[in-house]
């Protein structure tokens, strides 16, 4: 049978009686005698470099998943059962391979997916009076709950009563180790449907413009003209990629500063134990992808621009707000930005290289390179100044490697100089940055997860010693910001969340007048 989380008999609650201690990261075990290595078994291969380092320091997804429905135990079973079979990573733990170096590798276990499922036992009182801050409250306790290492890293709590979005939640923690965010989304995909279609098609997901490989350049628009289009051509093609190599040794000098001595200064964002662990809280709030959309037609940019102006504006008016600074003049908060480096498919054809005959090409795991992108704190008389600025500083970092060349510095140090070397480094980005920010596309049509439609996504991470985490998820029409927060740090969150909202709003309104005012013209 499936799990259940024992409720404490004194607060009601079903976390109360846990220790808010760090978690541990996972137990890597002895290699088993009799376990073969094969290449013909593609669950059993070494771990990589990354996925040691985020076992190392210890970092968590949590994605919270709003249904449609109420759950039906035994469908949802039987489809976390098809969801193994298709990923036989997920039924993996790691175990030592007995190299000098402390290699790992990924060992098939024995995987039951009741196991996985657990129904926790709440308060009837506190659901009944506020159904919406019981399923925060659970989910924020999940940061502060150690998982069971003897079996693979996965779990599916199951709240099945309604809230203001969802006739029933689940919540998945996963380890991070599994897979970064274009993995998970895509085997998300690989579990569902289109839930409006009688077929098993899988969902779409939003169109993307036509561009170059991401191969070589990040962005090799600049590919070598044809000699007979003149001099002038090749000038231009040759000063593009010296603008390349500057802007590349720059960043990567600056990531090595920051690696070494450069840090962000301390605001009311930034802790003062940049290493220690606290209990995080989750929050999400639905906003308009039809006007981030607008805005990205209105401002001519695109939408990771508009989602970085919408975040330098939130955090500006929540950070003047509290602390009653009269000075305006620009501060710098550096985020660490995650960016997947492998080919610029869209998801929807890396899932269908999954479940091809080519699945085992797959690069499957964590293949994350790191931008430090800079917030820049101002209050700006015209919001739409904001995305001016963002679209400005995004189109310089298009223009460098960065992304490519962090991922493979990080793989290197952490192959060559061992584990805790890699960890150190990371560990160092974390403490001398202040945020963490990341983007991800969700599907276009609304989908099934384990045979129950998706009301909403609100992906999110812990472990990262940072205060604030702050994802954007698209799903169908809306797009949701979820932030990860220090409780203690942010006990106002919904406030800020208010910020974000209000900020997009009054984006969308600037770009509105300034519309009719060009029509007019």
């Known amino acids: 049978m499936h799990r259940e989380a024992a409720m404490d008999p004194v607060s009601g609650s079903p976390w109360a009686s ?35 380092a985020m076992e190392d320091i210890g970092i968590y997804i949590v994605v919270t ?27 993996c733990i790691q175990v030592a391979d007995g190299s000098s170096n402390g290699g790992a590798r990924w060992a098939r276990t024995a995987v039951n997916a009741e196991d ?48 203001s979005e969802a006739a029933s939640t689940v919540a998945v923690r996963v380890h991070h180790a599994y897979g970064d965010g274009m993995s998970l989304m895509a085997l998300l995909m690989m579990s569902t449907r289109n839930a409006a279609a009688d077929t098993k098609a899988r969902p779409a997901t939003p169109p993307r413009r036509r561009r170059p490989s991401r191969t070589g350049a990040i962005y090799a628009s600049r590919r070598r003209p044809p000699l007979s289009t003149g001099a002038l051509a090749l000038v231009t093609w040759v000063w593009s990629y010296l603008v390349l190599a500057w802007n590349t040794a720059s960043d990567v000098a600056y990531f090595a500063a920051t690696i070494l001595f450069l840090s962000d200064p301390r605001t009311l964002f930034k802790r003062a134990d940049d ?94 390179g790191y931008i430090i992108l800079s917030f820049y704190l101002a209050m700006h008389e015209d919001p739409l100044a904001y995305i001016r600025k963002a679209k400005k500083v995004l189109d310089r970092k298009k223009r460098s490697l960065e992304v490519i060349l962090t991922y493979k510095i990080g793989l290197i140090f952490t192959k060559f100089f061992g584990v805790k070397v890699g960890t150190s480094i990371f560990r160092r980005l974390f403490a001398r940055t202040t945020i963490v920010f990341s983007n991800m596309v969700g599907p276009a049509e609304q989908v099934e997860l384990c045979g129950h439609p998706v009301a909403f996504l609100a992906p999110s991470v812990y472990g990262i010693p940072e205060a604030l985490i702050i994802h954007y998820q698209s799903y169908r029409s809306t797009i949701k910001i979820i932030l990860s927060v220090d409780e203690d740090k942010f006990p106002d969150y919904h406030q800020l969340l208010d910020d974000f909202d209000q900020t997009l709003t009054v984006m969308k309104d600037a770009a509105s007048r300034l519309s009719t005012s060009t029509k007019n013209d």
């Not at 019981?134 to 999940?142: I, P």
């Open 65 to 91: 998943i709003g249904l449609d429905t109420p759950i039906n135990l035994s469908i949802f079973r039987a489809g976390i059962e098809s969801l193994l079979a298709r990923c036989p990573r997920l039924g």
């Open 275 to 368: 290493d220690e662990f606290h209990a995080k809280r989750f929050v999400h709030r639905s906003l308009s992808l039809d006007d981030v959309m607008f805005l990205k037609s209105s401002m001519n940019c695109t939408v990771n621009d508009v989602l970085v102006a919408v975040t330098s504006a939130a955090l500006s008016r929540y950070y003047f707000r509290k602390s009653g600074d009269t000075n305006t003049s620009k501060i710098c908060l550096r985020s660490l930005l995650p960016v997947n480096t492998r080919p610029a498919t869209s998801l929807q054809t890396y899932v269908n290289v999954i479940e091809s005959d080519k699945r085992n090409e797959v690069t499957w795991g964590n293949k994350l």
């Open 116 to 163: 996985h499922m657990i129904v926790p036992r709440l308060d009837g009182a506190a659901v009944a009076a506020d159904p919406d801050k019981a399923v925060e409250d659970y989910v924020a306790s999940l940061s502060t709950l150690p998982m069971d290492r003897s079996r693979a890293l996965l779990e599916f709590h199951l709240l099945d009563f309604p809230t």
């Open 18 to 52: 846990v220790p808010g201690n760090r978690l541990l990261p996972i137990r890597v075990s002895t290699e088993p005698a009799g376990t073969e290595w094969t290449q013909e078994n593609p669950a059993e291969e070494p771990v990589s470099p990354t996925a040691r």
